[in-house]
C-alpha cells in the first residue's frame, strides 16, 4: 500500500502532478462510516467464536484502519481525524488488555496524527 501511496501522491494529480490534499464531502464520510461499521461487525460476527477477547473491537479498528489508509492514499485531509479516533481505540483495547506499552504507543501515534492533520491543514485545497 505503501508504493501505491506514493506513486499516487506522486502522479495521482491533474496531468500526473502532484496529488493536492482535500477535503471529504458529507457523503465520502458516510460511506466510509458506513462501510466500517458494516465489515468491523460482520468480521467481529466471523470470528466471535474464536476465543478472541475482543473481537468486535478489534475487527472495527481494523475495518476503519484500512478505510483511512485508502483516505490517506488519495491525501484527503480528514483522514488524519479518522487515525486519531482509531488510535485512541486501539490504545483503549490495549489498555484494557493490559498492554501498557502498546498503548502508550498509539497515544503517540494521536500526537503524531493530530500534527500531521495541522500541517496538512495549512496545505488542503478546497473541493
Not at 9 to 33: F, N, Y
Not at 64 to 75: E, G, K, W
Not at 83 to 112: E, H, K, N, P, T
Amino acid at each position: 500500500m505503501g508504493f501505491i501511496g506514493l506513486y499516487q501522491w506522486l502522479k495521482g494529480g491533474a496531468d500526473g502532478g502532484v496529488l493536492p490534499i482535500t477535503h471529504m464531502k458529507l457523503r465520502e464520510h458516510l460511506w466510509v462510516v458506513g462501510v466500517g461499521l458494516l465489515s468491523g461487525l460482520f468480521f467481529g460476527y466471523a470470528f466471535k467464536d474464536t476465543g478472541a477477547a475482543a473481537t468486535y473491537w478489534d475487527a472495527l479498528s481494523t475495518s476503519f484502519s484500512i478505510l483511512a489508509t485508502i483516505l490517506l492514499v488519495r491525501r484527503q485531509l480528514e483522514n488524519w481525524l479518522y487515525w486519531i479516533a482509531i488510535d485512541i481505540a486501539y490504545s483503549g483495547l490495549y489498555f484494557s488488555r493490559g498492554a501498557i506499552l502498546f498503548a502508550l504507543l498509539m497515544v503517540v501515534y494521536v500526537v503524531i496524527a493530530s500534527l500531521a492533520y495541522r500541517s496538512w491543514s495549512k496545505s488542503v485545497v478546497s473541493g
